[in-house]
């Protein structure tokens, strides 16, 4: 499902989303796209990139490899990771289906203060675009489907 188009925004956003992968929209700005990408001209500014792990994204950075592929791998310093975009909200996608961290696994970011909305990765991609186009300071913590 495609979630957005690109403009001239000079921050990662999530461009689609389907069952296995997640396409992210990046700005040249942030990011040269690698020699003989498909995007790679000077019309555009914006590239895009198919991710197949989990992941971190904010408006200005993008962590590729999230290090936890299953909900079952996550630890507490997985979502420790989120502090460095130091957001006031982080939304989890948790995969296919919703699933709850445990209040032990969110601690670092309760601690800081930073509220977490946990929904499904679908409604987790369309939450941060909403949230990231309001100018707020969000984060997404997102399981692959």
Known sequence: MQVTLENTSASYRIHAYENGQITIAIPKQLETPPEGHQDNSNKLSMWRETLHHSFIIAPQGLLRNWGADT??????????????????????????????????????????????EIMDTGAACRTYNILMNDERRVAAALMMI
């Open 71 to 116: 909900f079952d791998e996550l630890r507490g310093q997985h979502f420790a990771q989120l502090l460095q975009y130091e957001p006031e909200v982080v939304v989890f996608g948790s995969g296919k289906t919703l699933l709850r961290p445990s209040p032990v696994m969110l601690a670092p970011l309760i601690d800081a203060g930073i509220g977490v």
